[in-house]
């Protein structure tokens, strides 16, 4: 019988644009690696685990659905081990996302955070705010129009209040960043770390890759990114991680989003193992304390 029994939660398609195989297919991975390690995985849907609580004192997840984010938070907080936290998904929620990255002084995008049935023409004014984007406030994006780029403060307006219309209550306006767009994915307290440029490779989960253009391959520090992204996964208390940065023609390199437990589709094979390290490792240190 196995020692380590793991529940593992995948997550629902609704929170998977366009990638449903791609996520399933990294979850299915490192849950293969674990069984090699010899822990038993109970797979099971994130449907499943809103109607029914996992027995296993180890849950790693790929949720999204808020609901099973609470549950999450709860199973935490009463001693259980999980990865992703709950504590932590929610924090990649857009908001939330923000405040963080601003108040921990992360170099990413001039933000303003909004009601959708504001007047923001003055703010963006204001702030010098010509081309931006908008992007759903409160939960993770869940389809193309959640995240909108709009060309001047006119049209971001009329974006605005197509969120209002479609009950989205709150929205992030970030300036739009000149340079090349480069996504990355990592795994903290492992040595893996993984970036290309999305547009160069065709990866794109709704289009928008292409409002930066052909990547100029700035030069930078991809040593200093990794050590910026492992600070901020650890301030987001999330283990398994991915996101965007924008890097400018002076090297200056800012977060402009961040993922709890990407697909990691363009280096899947490679990054499983590291995956599974990172949460054996995890159950590992968590035992030790209980």
């Not at 490192?30 to 849950?59: H, K, Y």
Request: charged content about 25%; overall charge negative.
């Amino acid at each position: 019988m196995a020692e380590i029994k793991i529940a593992g939660i995948m997550r629902a398609g609704a929170y998977s644009p366009n990638h449903i195989g791609n996520d399933a297919a990294i979850f299915n991975a490192v849950a293969d690696q674990l069984r090699r390690r010899g822990c038993e995985v109970e797979v099971m849907s994130e449907e499943q685990f809103r109607n029914s609580t996992p027995t296993q004192s180890i849950i790693m997840d790929m949720c999204r659905e808020k609901e099973s984010i609470i549950k999450l938070q709860k199973l935490e907080e009463e001693g259980r081990l999980v990865i992703n936290s709950g504590f932590g998904i929610e924090n990649c929620t857009r908001e939330r996302m923000t405040r963080i990255l601003i108040g921990n002084n992360i170099p990413t995008a001039d933000s303003l955070i909004v009601n959708t049935n504001e007047k923001i023409i003055p703010d963006l004014q204001k702030n010098n705010i010509t081309s931006c984007w908008i992007k759903r406030g409160e939960l993770h994006s869940m389809h193309k129009e959640d995240v909108s780029y709009c060309r001047h403060p006119e049209e971001a307006q009329e974006v605005l209040h197509e969120f209002f219309y479609r009950g989205i209550k709150r929205a992030v306006i970030n300036r739009h960043l000149q340079g090349d767009l480069v996504k990355f994915y990592g795994v903290v307290g492992q040595p893996f770390f993984f970036w290309f440029y999305p547009f160069d490779d065709h990866h794109s989960k709704y289009g928008y890759e292409e409002i930066n253009g052909v990547s100029q391959h700035l030069p930078f520090d991809d040593e200093a990114l990794h050590a910026l992204c492992t600070r901020t996964a650890e301030i987001f208390d999330i283990k398994i991680y991915g996101g965007d940065c924008i890097v400018d023609k002076d090297g200056a390199v800012r977060i402009i989003d961040f993922n709890d437990w990407p697909s990691f589709a363009p280096c899947r094979k490679e990054a499983a193992p590291y995956i599974a390290k990172g949460i054996f490792a995890a159950i590992k240190e968590w035992k030790k304390k209980n």
